[in-house]
């Protein structure tokens, strides 16, 4: 029961947090830390929730490699910057919902 991509992960994202000291890695033990787990929603290895100065619920399910890094380096710009980059009216849609909802997105490389 082990996980075969956490290592190669725990690498990748060591590499991009020593690029910038803006950014930070914390780690977290599915079984032995499953408070904070569970506070991020997470329930699978690897998994990254990117956080800035607040949690908007961004998380990566899995190694962010090839597109998936792309995405990852997305996401980080957007949560530091504060802004979706959403236009008003896309933002006024997304105010409107008004029950909790959990949006998934899959990449692949096709």
Known sequence: LGCETCPPTRRMLSELVSLSDQLTLEEFNLVLDAEQAREYGVDRAP????????????????????????????????????????????????????????????????
């Open 47 to 110: 998994a990254i929730a990117v956080v800035g100065a607040e949690d908007t619920g961004i998380r990566f399910i899995g190694m962010p490699a090839g597109y998936e890094l792309a995405s990852l380096i997305d996401a980080i710009r957007l949560v530091s910057s504060g802004d979706s980059g959403l236009s008003q009216e896309s933002r006024a849609l997304v105010a409107a919902v008004d029950a909790p909802l959990a949006m998934q997105v899959f990449v692949t490389p096709t």
